[in-house]
């Protein structure tokens, strides 16, 4: 493939990232400096107030969502009540007299600051050690005479019911009904039809019917007739499905002292570390300096310093910091990824958008790799285990700069080996001189990386011009068209446009001057001089001139060709440069550190618990750690700990969640999936609000912050804060047609869809019509039965299709629906991975489907609520699309969705080829018109193996396919080159790149080389 005629930001300066001090950790074990409480200050800014908020919010949310162990069953965590009347929730009495038993578990609960919880019918989940006691409607209990609440023996206390009954969230959540509509339904229909009564607040009307229809709906088996009347007591077996059991339980995290403190990865911990009063908690008065400050704000009250408690050893950085950040990479980075890095490397806080299949973790990888480089400390932060594996995998096996995975007690084995491993492998002693000159390396880095900076601006001038010249050429051909001929009127024996624009302009004025120049006007271009005339002069000139110089500057363009390869060969060298500049910084610290290293082993191996034994002084050897973003807590909670955390996954998390991993750092990168609502919560409105008002915090701040619990994410929070939100842009990996459509529907043309299309993996969307009908399910869910049948099939034949190694995923947007479907293929015989659910199941780039089965379950006739509901579901419609690799089988309505302007109206009006006129190109039609009054047969906007050529030019023994080359900038050129090479691979045609703007201005000679080619 070469181009018929052939062209990036400001240059880099020294080597190395701004390197922002933070208070440094001053001992082995921070934990031992840290006083027990700290007493607490002037609540200038709202932060305590704030963290009171998130603190009351995450701890209520905890005891919604609590789980009991079967094997606690029987301990001070959970009793199951004696067999007699239901009294609590069928309003057959106001208190509940205790046995033993249920007495204890209260007497603990009181002991240790938990919620104390009544449950009815009690259901039975999972297996073997996952095995959980979730009862199927609960409600908060309390002793009901305080001054006997401790007591245990003859006079058992009793409890009474002090809140509302409630669809148990934890298991609704573990049976997949996340959705918040879904959960405010439930809860309103298990409370409608009772009267309100201030001594019997529990009381469900009609308690038997609406629990048996609860878990009906919810396809929980019966293991007992539900016969309130008359409960058994505890079960001889703990067998899946439902108990005619009532149980007594505590709930929630524990606030009991503790010299470890909480474990990391629990809610207790996040609390701890959300807790300004207690050992080791955010200090509101430190966190100025952190890159928690912007998204608290505390610009507009109290001294921007900070108020350090203990000696501080300032850090010293690595290298001296240079204006813009030079990266450290094993890929190839693109712009919009740079532009990430680079702010990550500079500014306080940074945050990008990151779509699917948009190289999340290729960035990732740049950022540790390049801090790394630089000497700095930094935190990786995800999600999820699998955002931590794909991120670990990229790292490599190199030990210099892979991070070390820290967080529950589960992963303290994991370092040990590492560390062993280390001490092993790196038996050198420090006065080992390197073997390479670190300096050179730098040079040789920030040189290489110069000449893949040079190389953008120079495709981005090509393409800029070309782009300039395109417009020109059509503004030059209309002025012809209109007898104004530039070639005709400035001639170099009259002169050039510039000349004769001075003197069109000056001939407007008055006097002698201005007859003299209207004279030379009529005289010499033979110009009528009426206002008019002068005016449309004037503008020819101009142009003209535009023109001269734009072509002027493109011929001074290199050809592209050569740029394709000069940018292939920078990069090249710029990776390879970079990992012999982290190997040479790394390795000295790595002998250096061999006295740290052994420290933290020991310490590991002689501190049982948690805390941080040794850690402080390892970070100077191995500056990288990772966590998931609820583990933090697992790192010593120093601010300004860490240079840079970068969080990962920041749609799924909450803000509460990222404070602590921001105070822990300097500089914080932000990414996640914009499409993405935010994690639900399972608070109900009047909780939140007490929570409000309790704490004292201002309710329009938290939305101006976006602080407000169970509204939006971590994303969203910090998007607020940040001073602008950067985009990763450039999609790889979905089916071209599919990450188009959410190109277009779910992320506002934003995202560029790169993937080579698969020429032999057939269509790319399947559609089975079936007109089944919404119908509502109990709650605020919707089921499709005839839909749900259908997608059962098309997945069954979907598995015999398919290759070896594929997975396929079934999709549906509602809980009912997934479990009909599930149902359904659960007596099928299947081969290959198919998973079944919610767009959970694509929720990450490394759970991607070859297929996937959307069950989209809307038609004619669904109700509204219905409608909005699944219309507005974004990110089910973002990870179906852009995280199928070659096919998607929607199984639904198809007369229904083909009506309307969503993304499968869009995919649909193509398959039927549908397809809307197609706009005029004037500067296509144009070479396509001087090809075929040669005699050549062309056609125009064929699709090739699915690429779109521009024009295809049959030959006597095969065809050449044209490219236009009409592209804003250098990115656009470098997808036109890739997409010309795949095309000529796909078909074996030659493929020429032609500049628009010569389909105009220089047809006649474009023709001759494309028809000599």
């Excluded at 409607?137 to 005479?145: F, I, K, M, Q, S």
């Excluded at 006597?956 to 009409?966: F, N």
């Amino acid at each position: 493939m070469r181009s018929l005629q052939e062209e990036e930001q400001e240059a880099a300066g020294p080597v190395g990232p701004v390197t922002v001090a933070g208070p440094p950790p001053t001992a082995a074990d921070p934990s031992a400096q840290a006083p027990p409480r700290r007493e607490p200050a002037a609540d200038r800014d709202g932060t305590r107030s704030l963290l009171a908020y998130l603190r009351a919010c995450l701890s209520r949310e905890a005891v919604h969502t609590h789980a009991v162990p079967a094997a606690r069953v029987g301990t001070d965590t959970c009793a199951c009540l004696p067999s007699g009347p239901e009294i609590l929730l069928s309003g057959a009495g106001d208190t509940l007299r205790l046995d033993p038993g249920a007495a204890r578990v209260m007497r603990v609960s009181r002991l240790g600051g938990q919620a104390l919880r009544y449950g009815y019918p009690m259901v039975v989940l999972g297996e073997g050690d996952d095995r959980a006691v979730l009862p199927l409607l609960t409600a908060d209990v309390r002793a009901a005479d305080e001054t006997d609440a401790l007591t245990v023996g003859p006079g058992f206390p009793a409890v009474r019911a002090v809140g509302p009954p409630d669809v148990n969230p934890a298991l609704l959540t573990r049976l997949g009904v996340t959705d918040a509509d879904d959960l405010f339904e439930l809860r309103a229909r298990l409370r409608a039809g009772t009267p309100a009564e201030a001594h019997r607040p529990a009381a469900v009307a009609d308690l038997a019917a609406k629990a048996r229809a609860l878990l009906s709906r919810l396809e929980i088996e019966r293991v007992d007739a539900i016969d309130p009347r008359a409960t058994r007591g505890r079960p001889a077996a703990f067998t899946a499905g439902a108990h005619n059991t009532a149980v007594l339980f505590r709930a929630g995290p524990e606030d009991r002292p503790d010299t470890d403190g909480p474990a990391p990865g629990t809610i207790a911990a996040v609390l701890a570390d959300l807790d300004p009063s207690g050992r080791d908690g955010l200090d509101p008065d430190r966190v100025v300096g952190t890159a928690l400050e912007p998204l608290l704000d505390r610009s507009a009250t109290g001294p921007r310093t900070a108020t350090l408690r203990g000696p501080v050893r300032p850090r010293k950085p690595t290298r001296v910091p240079p204006p813009t950040a030079v990266p450290v990479s094993a890929t190839a980075l693109d712009q919009s990824q740079y532009a990430v890095l680079d702010s990550a490397m500079r500014e306080r806080l940074t945050v990008a958008a990151t779509p699917p299949g948009t190289g999340a973790f290729d960035l990732v990888d740049a950022l540790v790799r390049t801090a790394a480089a630089h000497g700095q400390r930094t935190l990786v932060c995800a999600h999820g285990e699998e955002d931590l594996a794909e991120i670990t995998r990229r790292a490599g096996t190199a030990p210099e700069h892979h991070p070390v995975r820290v967080g529950g007690p589960e992963h303290r084995e994991t370092e040990m080996r590492r560390l062993d491993t280390l001490l092993t492998e790196h038996t050198a002693e420090e006065t080992r001189p390197a073997e390479n000159d670190p300096d050179t390396h730098w040079a040789d880095l920030a040189r290489e990386w110069e000449r893949v900076r040079e190389v953008w601006r120079a495709m981005d001038t090509m393409a800029s011009g070309g782009a300039a010249l395109a417009y020109l050429a059509a503004e030059r051909a209309r002025s012809i068209a209109h007898g104004w001929d530039p070639d005709a009127l400035f001639t170099p024996e009259r002169g050039g446009p510039e000349y004769w624009l001075r003197r069109a302009e000056a001939a407007g004025g008055s006097g002698l001057s201005g007859l003299r120049h209207r004279g030379a006007v009529r005289r010499e271009l033979g110009v009528s001089t009426d206002p008019e005339n002068l005016a449309r002069l004037c503008a020819v000139a101009a142009m003209e001139r535009d023109w001269r110089r734009a072509v002027d500057q493109r011929t001074r363009c290199a050809p592209l060709d050569e740029l394709v390869r000069d940018l292939a060969d920078a990069l090249a060298r710029h990776r390879r440069s970079g990992a012999a500049c982290l190997t040479a910084a790394t390795e000295p610290r790595l002998r250096r550190g061999r006295a740290a290293i052994a420290h933290r082993l020991e310490a590991l191996n002689w501190h049982d618990g948690p805390g941080w034994p040794g850690m402080s002084d390892l970070l100077a050897t191995l500056p990288t750690w990772m966590c998931r973003t609820g583990q933090v807590r697992a790192l010593p909670p120093q601010p300004g700990f860490f240079d840079l955390v970068v969080v990962v996954g920041a749609e799924h998390t909450r803000a509460a969640e990222l404070l602590p991993a921001l105070y822990r750092a300097t500089r914080a990168v932000v990414l996640g999936d914009p499409a993405h609502s935010g994690p639900a919560s399972v608070l109900e409105p009047s909780e939140e609000r007490r929570a409000v008002v309790a704490a004292g915090v201002s309710a329009d701040r938290l939305d101006e912050q976006g602080l407000r619990y169970g509204s939006g994410s971590a994303l969203w929070a910090a998007r607020r804060a940040a001073p602008e939100l950067l985009w990763l842009d450039e999609h790889t990996g979905g089916a071209p047609r599919l990450a188009g459509a959410a190109a277009r529907h779910c992320y506002g043309g934003r995202v560029l869809v790169r993937t080579v299309p698969d020429p032999d993996g057939g269509p790319v969307l399947r559609w089975y019509d079936v007109a089944g009908a919404c119908e509502a399910a109990p709650g605020a869910s919707y089921v499709n039965r005839d839909e749900a049948y259908r997608a059962a099939i098309a997945a069954v034949e979907a598995d015999a299709e398919a290759e070896e190694g594929a997975v396929i995923a079934v999709v549906a947007p509602t809980q009912p629906q997934i479990a009909l479907i599930r149902r359904q293929l659960r007596t099928r015989h299947l081969d290959h991975e198919v998973r079944v659910g919610g767009p959970e199941v694509l929720s990450s780039d490394t759970r991607t489907a070859d297929v996937t089965v959307l069950s989209p379950m809307l038609g004619a006739g669904a109700p509204a609520i219905a409608e909005r509901r699944i219309r507005r579901m974004d990110h089910l419609w973002s990870a179906v699309l852009t995280r199928t690799r070659r096919r998607l089988v929607v199984v639904g309505d198809r007369g229904y969705w083909s009506g309307g302007d969503g993304p499968l109206a869009d995919l649909d009006t193509t398959a039927r080829g549908r397809v809307p006129a197609e706009a005029a190109d004037p500067l296509r039609d144009a070479l396509a018109d001087r090809l075929r009054e040669t005699g050549a047969l062309v056609e125009a906007g064929r699709t090739v193996r699915g690429w779109t050529a521009d024009l295809i030019v049959g030959r006597a023994d095969r065809h050449l396919v044209v490219l236009l080359d009409r592209g804003p900038d250098g990115r656009a050129l470098r997808h036109l080159v890739r997409r010309g090479e795949a095309l000529g691979r796909a078909t074996g045609d030659p493929v020429v790149l032609v500049p628009a703007w010569r389909c105009l201005a220089d047809t006649r000679a474009l023709v001759r080389e494309i028809l000599a080619f």
